[in-house]
């Protein structure tokens, strides 16, 4: 059996044979797909989904989330508003198989044709007409029941015909994303971002209490958002996947109240509602501040997330990998830049998670080479398994991290440099260091020769079998 959505051609056979076989006629509203049922070339089963109802009690109750998450989160849960076996369908176990092939491709539908992740879908059933077993049957969970009410043309009126209402999870984590202060990655498209809801944003340690040290550049009069909490709020959308300053601003509008209490919003005086700032204050904010000094906050408190296992799997990672690499800054313009007139950086990047812990401008005049030292100098006590930071007789401990870097950095003060601060590393060796390469070769040739490293596995496999004569 294959279920498909139907084509453009096809919506007038389908309305036609809703029409005819189910109770409620074919009408569907809101942002609707339709599907059929398909076996041996016909038609079995009608299946027509569109928008959620915009207030259900039971359902909200379940999911867990507030009334302002309802009203922006309401176009990720889609109502399943038709479902007709028809006639040529009517055998054991049409109904749940026609239902679970449907919901294995709904949000990858939904995503390509109205631009936006479904995570969840909710539908009603009359317990007057049937009991709902293709539903349950085919896991959907049963909530609670309708309170009986009726909307029409935007107004509510009471029939007393109470529904079970269902709800089926089309993501484990589908409650949890739905019900979370901050917007969850599983409600963007790019679904790349952290889940800001995992950080430590308040308290001892969180990314609001370091961001306070960070000087303030602004004059005293007329501040009405901390630069703290400006910070905090773009450190966090930047976090959950946005790259620009309207983006960021369009997240920080669209956070539910609790969430801006917790990234140190101001108090309206005079509604007593939480406020966020506006793009032109974001963007004068992080123009103004020292980028060196918040770079190094930042990349402190990022880099201890990394180590408690909150930026990827849920696990501590055993060490941590930090690649060294130097790159032009995009949009750096030459009239505004001394020397080559664009803006180098040379970034620590950890393995895996993509996260930049720390970075430093290389001067005109001097190379990456200069600035590996000073740059792990910069990751403090967190890029490593403790120890002090900030002092030239007691450089930070680089326990635990291996760095990488290119031909470029086979350099022996530096190489000293990351052994003396408790690291390792992995360099790569190319013809540019040809005395070195020649070494390495030899070391390893006369190691293979003395047995030193057996054959792995893969070579021992015995080679493709022979074909067999026709």
């Known amino acids: 059996m294959i279920v498909r959505p139907i084509s453009v051609c096809e919506v007038g056979r389908f309305n036609s044979l809703l ?7 074919h009408r569907l509203t809101g942002q609707v797909m339709r599907y059929v049922g398909v076996l041996d070339g016909e038609w079995v089963a009608l299946v027509g989904f569109g928008s959620a109802v915009l207030s259900c009690a039971a359902r909200d109750r379940y999911l867990g989330w507030s009334r302002a998450q309802q009203y922006t989160r309401l176009r990720h849960v889609v109502n399943n508003q038709r479902f007709c076996v028809l006639p040529a369908g009517r055998r054991a176990n049409l109904a749940s198989a026609v239902l679970s092939r449907v919901l294995r491709r709904l949000a990858g539908d939904y995503l390509a044709v109205y631009g936006h992740r479904v995570l969840a879908v909710e539908t009603f059933t009359d317990p007057a007409r ?27 009126f009471h029939h007393g015909n109470r529904k079970r209402v269902w709800l089926y999870q089309l993501h484990r984590d589908a409650r949890r994303a739905l019900s979370a202060p901050f917007p969850h990655p599983l409600l963007a498209v790019d679904t790349r971002g952290v889940d800001v809801n995992t ?8 990314l609001l209490s370091v961001l306070e040290r960070l000087t303030d550049p602004r004059a005293k009069r007329g501040i009405r958002h901390k630069v703290a909490s400006i910070l905090t709020m773009v450190a966090a959308a930047t976090l959950a996947g946005h790259r620009s300053f309207r983006s960021v601003a369009d997240w920080v509008t669209d956070l539910p109240q609790d969430a801006l209490a917790r990234l140190g919003a101001r108090r309206h005086p005079g509604t007593g509602r939480w406020v966020g700032p506006s793009e032109a204050t974001i963007r004068r904010t992080v123009k103004d501040i020292d980028a060196d000094e918040a770079d190094a906050l930042i990349g402190d408190w990022m880099l201890r997330q990394v180590r408690a296992g909150r930026l990827a799997a849920e696990k501590v990672p055993a060490f941590i990998g930090l690649a060294l690499d130097g790159k032009t800054l995009k949009g750096s313009w030459p009239e505004i830049n001394t020397g080559t007139g664009k803006t180098r ?3 620590a990047l950890v393995h895996g998670e993509g996260v930049i812990v720390a970075q430093r401008e290389i001067p005109s005049d001097t190379g990456e080479v200069t600035q590996v030292l000073p740059l792990l100098d910069t990751l403090g006590e967190a890029a490593g398994s403790g120890g002090g930071r900030e002092s030239v007789d007691h450089p930070p401990d680089l326990g635990g991290a291996v760095i990488t870097a290119d031909a470029l950095h086979v350099h022996r003060d530096n190489i000293e440099g990351v052994l003396d601060r408790g690291g390792e590393y992995v360099l790569t060796v190319k013809n540019n260091q040809p005395t070195l390469r020649a070494q ?5 040739t006369d190691a293979e020769d003395a047995g030193d490293f057996p054959p792995s596995p893969r070579h021992l496999r015995p080679g493709p079998r022979p074909l067999r004569n026709p």
């Open 440 to 444: 390495i070769e030899k070391l390893f």
């Open 130 to 156: 049937h009991t709902g077993a293709c539903y349950k049957a085919s896991n959907f969970s049963e909530v609670g029941d309708t309170l009986g009410y009726s909307r029409s043309a935007g107004s509510y």
């Open 345 to 347: 950086l040379f970034s």
């Open 19 to 25: 029409a005819e076989h189910h109770w409620l006629g």
């Open 199 to 206: 950080l430590p944003i308040t308290g001892d340690g969180g």
